[in-house]
């Protein structure tokens, strides 16, 4: 058994090496988190092809535009307890989604459940999309649907997004401390872009899922902390030689 495990552990380390180094090629940009991906499709709505050529399209756009362009299409059993709203909201924030300091950036979220979609913005975000630029998006992200896909609703929606931002620039600052509340959007329909009468409202009373951190302010981030332990083995796998062993190797991997 334990030689078993000693392959195990050997073949962990490799795989980790391997991925540590692929990590390594992308080069970071600091004012943005480009190591996750900004369009979310868990539910593989898209095909392999469309969904890598779109991510890539998206971070081409977001560094383009310094603005974050996020997309979570998804089923309505990833909000049922918290609302459509609330989750886009939560998973935006715990992600560090946005671009620089204020996280500017907008959330597109479709549910594939109800048919339907809204629309959040964070940030400088608050700034350039009012009224009329929701509702210019809510048309064209709603012609795009019933005329095509889910995916052309996409496409339309990052290209609009672009224009919208890029013609924004010389009257938006870039530096605002507190930027104005954002537009806030029902849930609407992708086939009649009427309102909901089938998601909760953002408005009503929002109760959080247990995997939500209770007080953001006091929230640490584990995975980039040094000094958490890389190697917990509290069923006693390894013996304490081991343990020795192994835990510096996958700090220096983990770490680098």
């Known amino acids: 058994m334990k030689k078993g495990m000693k392959y195990i ?6 795989l980790t090496t391997i991925t540590s180094n692929i990590t390594l090629a ?7 988190n480009d190591t996750i991906y900004h369009l979310t499709d868990p539910n593989e709505v898209l095909t392999e092809e469309e969904f890598k050529e779109e991510n890539k399209l998206v971070t081409q756009a977001i560094t383009d535009t310094e603005f974050d362009i996020a997309t979570f299409i998804v089923d309505d059993h990833f909000f049922a307890k918290m609302g459509f709203s609330a989750y886009l909201s939560a998973i935006y924030q715990q992600n560090e989604m ?9 959330v597109l ?15 400088r975000g608050n700034e350039i999309f009012k009224k009329d630029e929701f509702e210019q998006l809510q048309n064209i992200i709603e012609q795009s649907y019933q005329k095509g896909s889910i995916l052309t609703a996409q496409q339309s929606y990052r290209e609009s997004v672009v224009e919208i931002v890029e013609e924004s620039s010389e009257w938006v600052s870039l530096f605002e401390e507190d930027y104005p509340a954002g537009y806030e959007m029902e849930p609407t329909s992708l086939v009649t872009g009427a309102a909901s009468q089938t998601t909760p ?4 009373e929002i109760v959080l899922p247990d995997w939500y951190v209770k007080d953001p302010s006091t929230f640490k ?7 958490t332990p890389r190697l917990i083995d509290n069923a006693d796998i390894f013996t304490e030689e081991e343990e020795a062993q192994i ?10």
């Not at 946005?98 to 500017?104: A, K, S």
């Not at 409202?201 to 009503?204: I, M, T």
């Not at 835990?247 to 680098?256: F, N, Q, V």
């Open 9 to 14: 552990v050997a073949l962990f380390v490799m």
């Open 26 to 32: 992308f080069a970071k940009d600091e004012n943005w």
């Open 201 to 204: 409202s953002q408005k009503e």
């Open 109 to 123: 979220g479709i549910d594939t459940t109800n048919e339907e979609f809204l629309i959040k913005t964070f940030g």
């Open 98 to 106: 946005g671009y620089g300091v204020n996280h500017d950036g907008i």
């Open 247 to 256: 835990a510096p190797r996958l700090k220096e991997i983990l770490d680098t």
């Open 221 to 227: 981030d584990f995975h980039n902390d040094k000094n």
